[in-house]
């Protein structure tokens, strides 16, 4: 009875409770709880403690890392634990963040069961490391630009719109969105000194786009949406703009720690997890989302780049 008692109180708590219903399902380590929940790491490293202490968990090392998972019971310990797994349950209906978690979980065990991103990310790591004639990646990118085929395309939050005209190279039309009039306007006199007429640049705010509904083939957002103060509502913005069968492109930094990026780059988020833009991209409706990780800075603060694609139905 004393032991029911304890794991009662531990599960009283809504953050311990959500994190129970995740390892009830799979052994994860605190980064990867950290991804799902969104939470601080002492944060979760307490709650874990508390209820390893309570008997409810038990952790193994590998490598660097700790997971944790539901302590295994038997006999009549594992009957009255089940009867605490019942509890768990139906007081997950009444935590909302307990459904969203589910599909988080899901990416996590994607991205642990994708070698093949693995092997290519250190291939990544080595292209361009040795000088070899004639391979760069601006080489590289050419070559991928002209294997695009021709799409309406929105730059949302494209500042002077470099990266916009490039993709207007082969794209069928890019409008570039931004809210900085100069930018706009920087922008607009540099496609016309280049040439470049099939360059649209328009002032607004990526949450409210000027862009009519479903007029667009791919929506893009480049180091854009940790300037948003509602980055749901641009990602909502831009399911609204894209006609059915159309993408988005979320290239985003991942969640770091760096305050000084407010003040230097006036950023309102630092960065954000994969759950996070995972999330946001499904609840505006994105079917088939994918995230990666695709880049990691060598000089501090380390920033880390996030690749995020969906499509709409």
């Known amino acids: 009875m004393p032991s029911t008692l304890r794991h009662l109180r531990l599960l009283a708590d809504p953050s311990r409770l959500r994190i129970l219903l995740l390892l009830d399902k799979e ?6 709880l950290q991804d799902i929940l969104g939470m601080g790491q002492s944060r979760i490293s307490t709650h874990l403690s508390q209820m390893k202490q309570g008997g409810l968990l038990e952790d193994r090392r590998e490598g660097k890392s700790i997971y944790y998972r539901l302590r295994p ?18 007081a997950a209906a009444e935590i909302p963040e307990a459904e969203e978690d589910i599909p988080a979980l899901a990416q996590i065990m994607r991205r642990r069961q994708d070698k093949v991103r693995a092997y ?28 695009m085929p021709p799409l309406v395309i929105a730059d949302l939050g494209a500042g002077e719109g470099t990266f916009s005209q490039l993709l ?22 540099l496609a016309k000194k280049h040439g470049v007429k099939n360059l649209e640049y328009r002032c607004g ?5 000027p862009i009519r509904t479903g007029t667009v083939d791919l929506a893009f957002f480049s180091q854009a949406l940790h300037h948003a103060h509602h980055p749901e509502r641009a990602v909502a913005e831009a399911f609204r703009i894209l006609k059915p069968g159309g993408r988005i492109v ?37 079917r088939d989302v994918e995230t990666s990780i695709v880049h990691r800075e060598e000089e501090s603060p380390h920033f880390q780049t996030l690749l995020t694609v969906g499509n709409r139905p």
């Open 27 to 32: 052994e994860l380590s605190v980064a990867e």
């Open 73 to 90: 019971r038997r006999g009549a310990e594992a009957e009255a634990f089940e009867k605490l797994r019942t509890v768990l349950q139906d």
């Open 120 to 147: 290519f990310d250190d291939l990544a790591g080595k292209f361009g490391r040795h000088y070899v004639p004639g391979r760069s990646w601006k080489g590289l990118a050419e070559t991928l630009l002209t294997l």
């Open 168 to 189: 207007a190279r082969r794209a069928k039309k890019v409008i570039a969105v931004d809210n900085s009039e100069k930018m706009v306007e920087y922008g607009t006199d």
């Open 205 to 209: 705010d990526i949450q409210e786009i």
């Open 250 to 286: 979320v290239l985003d930094l991942l969640r770091h720690s760096y305050q000084e990026a407010r003040e230097l780059y006036a950023d309102v988020w630092l960065g954000f997890t994969e759950a996070e833009v995972f999330r946001y991209l499904s609840d505006a409706g994105f």
